[in-house]
């Protein structure tokens, strides 16, 4: 009976970090999942001084744009939408976001370091996975 509990307990432990595999953490400016009928254009659009919204859809296998510009220290909401199962991360940024078909998931984050920055799909989805790739260049 004890041994039977230390099991359950374990499993739930390990269910809970898999529920949770795949959200962002919390100083990313947070992880909001929405219903969206009509899809955007994949775009990088200025919304207000230093503060940019990038449309970016993940397919098979790829992301659009593949590459983004932004000058230091600008805020940079990502509106992620897929065609299949695919996720998005940025590995400096704390974001790693799963974004479901005909959902739009937003993960926001400020740049304050210069360089290159890559995305990536954060979830295994076929053979290509590993070439899902794209850039950020922030631009000092
Ligand atoms: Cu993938």
Not at 56 to 81: H, K, M, Y
Not at 123 to 130: A, E, I, L, T, V
Request: hydrophobic share 40%.
């Amino acid at each position: 009976m004890r041994l039977l509990t230390v099991l359950l307990l374990s499993t739930s432990v390990v269910a809970v970090g898999l529920l949770g595999f795949g959200r962002q953490g919390p100083d990313s400016g947070g992880a909001i999942a929405a219903e969206s009928d009509q899809e955007e254009e994949p775009a990088v659009r200025e919304v207000a001084p230093g503060e940019y919204e990038v449309v970016l859809r993940a397919n098979t296998w790829g992301f659009d744009p593949g590459e983004i510009r932004v000058p230091l220290g600008s805020q940079v909401t990502f509106r992620v939408t897929a065609d299949d199962p695919h996720g998005f991360g940025i590995a400096e940024t704390g974001i790693a976001i799963w974004v479901d078909p005909g959902s739009e998931t937003v993960a926001s984050h400020r740049f304050t370091e210069p360089g290159e920055f890559f995305y990536y799909c954060t979830r295994y989805c076929g053979s290509s996975h590993y070439m899902m790739l794209g850039k950020i260049i922030v631009e000092q």
